[in-house]
């Protein structure tokens, strides 16, 4: 069974291979409403936080999601680098060296709370927060179910599509963003997918 450090470089690789399986379309997805770089942005970052994972996961969960986080925000560029950073640092900073459910439902909240504010966005701005906050809300119902969890990230992604952008470079095409799936709501989905893969082989 994967713990500790070994748990967490599982979840670095299978974030990081799901993130640049899935590049290009979420290159399709922001050149038809965006600047047309996300993908390879993020493919960018996570590679980097791939590359320094072995160092990385040999630190307390605090420190390791701390580190990601900082690695995001210096490699991911655009707007994404600095938002999926504070929520990967946030995290960090809110979670116990051995949190409980109960702490990972609260310090994803706060992560949440963090983004909002740097972001400037709330619910149905047509953002990765779209994604985050039904998550959220379904840990805070007390329903911990993990396939139960990626298919609401997933079905909250492809609900962004009929959504008006009112946050991000998306906000400047008006009505014409509707119809299109926001691709850092997409990514969001994805990466949750990823990691409850490697929970549920935990669990």
């Known amino acids: 069974m994967k713990q500790g450090a070994e748990l967490r470089q599982a979840l670095v690789a299978a974030v990081a291979k799901v993130i640049e399986q899935h590049a290009e379309e979420l290159t399709a997805l922001d050149q038809a409403i965006g ?12 590679e980097a936080v791939a590359a320094d994972a072995a160092s990385l996961a040999a630190k307390p969960l ?32 809110e979670l116990p060296i051995e949190p409980t459910a109960a702490d990972i439902v609260k310090a994803f ?18 953002t990765m927060l779209d994604v985050l906050i039904p ?45 299109h799936m926001d691709p850092g709501a997409r990514s969001s989905a994805l990466m949750i997918g990823a990691v409850v893969d490697v929970l549920k082989e935990v669990a």
Do not use: Y
């Open 135 to 179: 998550v959220a809300e379904q840990l805070e119902s007390g329903n911990l179910d993990l396939d139960a969890l990626a298919a609401r990230a997933h079905a909250a992604s492809e609900a962004t599509k009929p959504l008006k952008a009112i946050r991000g470079r998306a906000s400047f095409l008006g009505d014409r963003s509707i119809g």
């Open 35 to 46: 600047d047309g770089d996300h993908g390879i942005n993020m493919k960018r970052g996570f």
């Open 109 to 126: 909240r706060a992560a949440i709370v963090a983004v909002q504010a740097r972001g400037k966005a709330e619910a149905g701005h047509k």
């Open 62 to 93: 605090p420190e390791f999601l701390k580190g990601a986080g900082m690695t995001l925000v210096m490699k991911v560029g655009g707007a994404s680098g600095p938002l999926f950073g504070t929520l990967f640092m946030t995290l960090g900073k």
